[in-house]
């Protein structure tokens, strides 16, 4: 079945940076897009980013583009998020999700399957 | 950015009850709506693309509606199982937004 598994979060100073990663297995991950959604511990979901299969094609939430890089390495199933300059209004539980695709113009990806997610604390 | 907004943000209801939550897009956004259920401390899970289409393994119990602006998430014979937080998400226009969140307890 369908598994996503985020990892690489934890308490991190202000400023630092982190990558986070999220393996997919169960599926051909590379025929697939992947988001990025993050969480505030008791708020509600953020859209991050999304990556198309092949990772050339990726959008992201506009406040975030500056700090944050996607990108995906498909011969190794894994998607990966890092950020850069942490800040406290970072910490978040950050979930992959897998994206289908609406074929048009533009594409547009919904999401079927979640991970788990993986919480970030940023905090000095 | 298209807001989503949810209503009502919260409701009590009971075991048996059938209820829907509304969310409203600040734009057309055609049909490229989906829905949410989040428990507590777990990961969202899927329920419904295309504004009406159930996920696979979705029970039947659940079914969503609407187009354009105004969506619904009707949930019938509702079970214990199914007191959650919902959220609807667009994924017609960058960057895709959710909406706040409606959370359905127990009355």
């Known amino acids: 079945q369908v598994q996503l598994v985020e990892s690489g979060g934890g308490m991190v100073q202000p400023g630092k940076s982190l990558r986070l990663s999220c393996v997919g297995s169960g599926f051909s991950f590379s025929d697939y897009p992947m988001h990025w959604v993050r969480q505030v511990p008791g708020k509600g979901l953020e859209w991050v980013a999304v990556l198309a299969y092949d990772g050339r094609n990726r959008y992201a939430a506009d406040p975030l583009k500056g700090r944050f890089t996607f990108s995906r390495d498909n011969s190794k199933n894994t998607l990966f998020l890092d950020i850069h300059t942490l800040e406290v209004e970072d910490t978040a539980i950050y979930f992959c999700?897998?994206?289908?695709?609406?074929?048009?113009?533009?594409?547009?990806?919904?999401?079927?399957?979640w991970g788990q997610g993986t919480l970030v604390t940023v905090s000095s | 950015d298209i807001q989503l907004t949810q209503s009502p943000s919260s409701l009590s209801a009971s075991v048996g009850d059938r209820l829907t939550i509304t969310c409203r897009a600040s734009?057309?956004?055609?049909?490229?709506l989906a829905w949410f259920q989040q428990k507590p401390g777990k990961a969202p899970k899927s329920l419904i693309y295309g504004a009406s289409t159930l996920q696979s393994g979705v029970p039947s119990k659940f079914s969503g509606g609407g187009s354009k602006t105004e969506f619904t998430l009707t949930i019938s014979n509702l079970q214990p199982e199914d007191f959650a937080t919902y959220y609807c998400h667009q994924y017609h226009s960058y960057p895709y937004t959710f909406g706040q969140g409606t959370k359905v307890d127990i009355k």
């Open positions: 999700a897998r994206g289908r695709v609406v074929v048009g113009v533009p594409a547009r990806y919904y999401i079927d399957h």
């Open positions: 734009q057309d956004i055609r049909s490229f």
